[in-house]
């Protein structure tokens, strides 16, 4: 999610931030612009940043205020109608809007608000929003901001929300933090705001500060404005942004993502050393820590497996008859690197143990000779309501198979976890939200998402 | 627009549907079916049907029932937000919608539904009909066909709509008849239902009967149901259908449009029969007029003009520069044939002039030595407020200029039209929409289109 | 195929040329120019000239010379390699080659030259020019054009060609001028070199004069001159090039194609009249002979089969299964139009007689009482050697089966064809290349080619 | 540039094969199959191998034996033509060849050919070895292979040649070895040769051997043959092939790439220590090096740079003005790394030292307080003519400037170089081909290439 006010180039920047986003949503992208006469114009489509838009498109897209959205499916279907940002026509002017995270009492809202003759055109979460700030009655006598905050009260979940109307951008964070927004200056004095901080450096703006959870901040021609829609509010950020999901070069809350990794290697080492010849990390986000896992056990840090980088989303997948003849494209092991070697090898997380036991087994046949995993996260046993996909616990092979059963699923001679404290101590930070390791989730989940957790949670008695 | 139910498969003979009325708008096209489950699914996209559709893309489109949508922008902005069918997600179920024609109220109503929380997507007025179906008070309770009835007595204007549910197609008209819809069977009992009847023989299906005037049609398992929503219904179709939107191989309310035109020519030369040596027709929808007059006249019919046929929409079109050397690839006259000769040039209409000023040109620098110029329609005076796309009476040369002073701006040495009476007496007629040749609008006309109509009512004493 | 010298926007000119000779060929279609410093540049591709070039290509070709290709599969692949122009990088300089036509001693020339150390790279015969200009002996002390003539002197057939260096084009025209080329000025002395005359009038060219049978036009910035490579020629023009293949409004050697057609219609009314209530064309290239049947017999012109506009070649055709459930994409008949009337069809010709029993058949289940087939030229009996695409004697019809019999097998009431001596007086001509209609053909045949037609002719006795 | 012999999939084995050695080519590729009635079949084009192939296109390329190509283009133009393998016709049966490395008496060659009468189509010089191998004499009478010996002791220079014909593969090796091909087992008893190792990971196969310089193996269904076609054969390997194009998971001549790059990054310390805290490399080619220099050094290894992996080919370059403004898209610095830190940056070469000075210069805004930049090869003074794109010595700023004004010029604080005795002692190797390092080239040069080289030396002095 990226948004920019005050740029004579708003769209061409945004298309770079986006990019530089990508790895936060591969499945379709959108930018909507605001011209000098107010009126908002909408590319989208499915695809990479580069697939959906060209230079000739771009220049279509004038004006010098936008938002921009790269989608992550995190529910089923990929189609088009689901790519965002949303743009809705209204006779008080139109608007646009975009959303991160997952919202968990949408059914409810939905199907009160149809009850009353509101028609939705996706069956996405993010275009309640929309539908709850028009409803709010008398809107037309109070300031908008006044209907964004009820419609925002009536929200539950995770979330970061942009919404731009003809003059002025809105930037929320939901009051648990559990979703990043940070907020850039440009050079030229205009504002960026931006789902991760590696963004600023793409475009040349500087960081400013972090949206606060449940708070709204309002750009627009006189600046920064900031409203809070609700009182109580902590800082319990989703882990997995600091684990998985954000580039290494990116900093949350005011801590960088790659030394996060990196300190969390070495606290790896320090619970759970291995007597091994070299460490190999897992391509791209696991070698941070494996960086820091070499280096606190003095070990030699090895490249032992090589990732095409020319492996995407285009390319033919080999059938299944060819993978079972070898055909490996997007990791190879090493041969020259790890045979007759003891590897440790570093993963950032087990979710259902195929990719670690394909790993294992790489390793094995390129001749190494004791494979220790090292996982420098806990073990996954919950599902993420909040926007990470995680559907369900029956997919999360740590949720039904202690540690050692895990070990020989995946075929490695010894496997270690970092602990819940590990994960915190790597970042400084006493909240995180780790609620797909503890299953003590931040918020009520509502209606049909009960279900599931309830049925998770019998299962663990 | 076409609709098909119980067809094993819809998604395809939509295709063919649609292709055959590529005519009907060039613009942009989708299909939304509905298969087993009732699971509406939609690919929609700008572009002609073969652009927008391959065999993957039909084939993703499950179902034996459809609606499909050739897009003619009569309103600015030919953006893909407004291709149709629209498609809605809602709580007692999802449905689509599709729209041929132009409602004049569509301001007012937009503006009422608005004020009370409705959300629209599109700048459409098509996408009018979905909202005023929802807000029908306590619509849980009675069936669906009453929220419609109620929702289509709010509307005014010309129009077809087909709403398809995930069970049921609904085919309305509008109680003027302006726009044209017709049933047809298919050969496994199947229903079609679509703006041309000449759809019916190129998917081998045959014609049932028209939708009458303020129907309703209910197509579902229990076959056909008819309703009506209101009580005051007529026959006015719409002039310019026969004269030159539908294919000749169509039948409009039980008359051959070939046939019509043709009859048409012959009224023609005997309102105003010409001294020349041949007749040449303004290809495409101009030929079957010059037959009709060559055969009343006793002149040979001749191919005097040729149109490519390989010119599309994706072609270079030649810069002014070029078109000033002689560049002209869409029309031109054949030297050998129109050398020396006197030249009857029968046209359908004439809007600007400006194409009859061209053509004129260009038969006389090909060597003609008279160019006679008839019209098988009267002067265009007044804008179309239905869905045809004659914008203003600013654009139409007739509205301001006798007919003597038309044939001195297009350089021909003579012209006449057919008169109004001749266009109802080439169908066997009494009720044509002749509102752009007279100014009788069968409806009211509501706030801004009557400024329009006033002004040019204005310049007209 | 295409030349043009002399004009400041050579590749855009040969675009709307080519453009307008589309319906000569749909594989694939190619451009080369010559820049200013006399560097040739190709771009070439599979499919309609519209879908392999746009601005952004076209305006990569630059330079004020250049020709063009559209090609037609006469041989089995249509591979790109195959699609012309062909260019040729040699030390003496870059030169590029386009050819219209088919030679019958290709194979002996290729073997030949094969032998001696030329490596071909297609499997065209067209590019066995290009190396006999280079294998004939001191060519480097001798102008080219000696290179040139002793060339066309070892080949045999019918041919059209253009060969094009930095700064000259040479069109060449094969001794019994079987192939049309046509030389045409522009406006700005500028000169165009194209197989159809109705080239000219696209481009805003005017029409200067034919290039003889065996006549070499050289066009540099000196003008036009003159060599004959052959002492012995004569005008046998391909009949085919008026009964089907040009553009009406085209030019043959003085003859308009329209004019010729109709004048067709009118000597086969006059030897095989109908008694019948309409006539009909089948569309588009038999609509000129209806035309003149209809004026010669006083019945009336009508359109009884429709062509669809939008039927290209990216279309997704019906199945097997959904054409017999009736689904008819490119031709259907008008049912109020042929209704209860007795019908004369007029075609152009009769190959393997499935396309005529289908619209026969198709007329006869839209109503028409009686179906009369007249066809505009006499019997094709013998296959072409020289570039029309009538493969094989098995494949016609009327090689095996007497005109009665072929009439029962198309389903007609009667069926009758133009004589070989109405053929040549429609266009006033006594030597046209009637080979396929009499095997009488106009070189030696050689080869392969005699197997082909020894067969033929032995079945026939 | 990839072979396959003995697979059922034999395109969809080069398709994985070529993707895999992506990082050889950008440019373009190709394929070329033959099927098992010997014919060959051609698909090739711009860009990378994921946009030339999809499915449909692979499943076109039928046969068991295949060759395949990735361009890289070394001269000028990357147009299509020149983008391999290259297929010919000919009635001995068709021929296909595909071509690693850059001849040095090509223009000779090529004049002597044309001179005969020989064609050629394309610019490149890889086309010559086909002309040769067709013009040997009387070659119908003796086996094909001596004619390739003939044609291959005419060549000088680096390559690696694989020919194809219908039912074999010939893979040659030039007698310096200055390029790398290697033979692998599939599991099915088929061949596989390809320019690196990795390949033979990716589809599944095993490592038999190399080639060996001046080297023709012939692979059929015999199995392979050996023969030589020079007598003087040496093992000068391109250094640069180590140092910067290969994979690190490769092996050349038994060495691995990441193990060299690495002891060349240890043997760097060794030489030119720094007093500093962190190391860093360039991604993604000095990765391994900076692994290697830190583990000597006993420096923590740290990601202080960051590469957007989905940067590609068709994304939109930010202008200057964006640039100035600070748009990077591809490499990032990581401030939070970085900041205060005394960086030694490890890279694996510098061409033209422009990339180095913005590198160092990004680092420095980012924060480093000192940036010690160490280069894990000797500096480039010479243009190399075998294939690596290094153009001319005015490029090459260490062929102009003493190691001090280097590192003025790119801003460092302190430069140092590997020694070419270092370069060797990392691959245990002493024949390596250091010419672009020292000047000494291990063939003749010949004509244009000499003048370059003459007036580089002449500025030497």
Known sequence: MF???????????????????????????????????????????????????????????????????VRYATTGAGVIENVQPFMFRHGTGDFALAHNGNLVNYAQLRSRLESTGSLFQTSSDSEILAHLIKKVPDRRKQPRIYSLIEALQQIEGAFAFLVMTSNRIY??????????????????GGYVVASETCVF?????????????????????????????CEKCRHAMCAMEYVYFSRPDSDIEGRNVHSY????????????????????????????????????????????????????????APSQELRDKGVRMKLSAVKSVVKDKRVVLIDDSIVR??????????????????????????????????????????????????????????GADSLCFLSEDGMKAAGCLSDLCLACFDGKYPTALHGANNKIIKRSLCAEL
């Open 3 to 69: 948004g920019i006010f005050g740029s004579p180039d708003a769209a061409g920047m945004t298309y770079y931030g986006l990019h530089s986003m990508q790895h936060r949503g591969q499945e379709g992208c959108g930018i909507v612009t605001a011209d000098d006469s107010g009126r908002l114009c909408c590319i989208k489509g499915e695809g990479l940043v580069h697939e959906v838009f060209d230079e000739s498109r771009i220049s279509r897209l004038k004006g010098s205020m936008a938002i921009g959205h």
């Open 171 to 188: 930037a929320c964070r939901d009051s648990n933090g559990l979703r990043p927004l940070s907020l850039g200056l440009l050079q030229n």
């Open 201 to 229: 450096d793409v475009i040349g703006a500087t960081f400013l500060r972090d949206v606060e959870p449940g708070e709204i901040v309002t750009i627009d021609r006189h600046g920064l404005r900031s409203n809070f829609f």
């Open 261 to 316: 990794r990196k300190e969390s290697g070495k606290l790896l080492f320090d619970e759970a050393p291995a007597d091994a010849d070299i460490v190999v990390g897992v391509p791209d986000s696991s070698l941070s820590a494996a960086m820091g896992y070499a280096e606190a056990s003095g070990l030699p840090y090895e490249m032992g497996l090589i990732k095409s980088k020319y492996v995407g989303r285009t390319f033919i």
């Open 353 to 410: 143990g195929t990719t670690s036991m394909r790993i294992v087994r790489m390793l094995r046949e390129a001749g190494a000779s004791q494979v220790h995993v090292r996982i420098a996260s806990a073990p996954l046993r919950f599902p993420c309501f909040y926007g990470v996909d995680i559907k369900s616990r029956e997919e999360l092979i740590s949720a039904h198979h202690p540690v050692e059963e895990v070990r020989a699923m995946i």
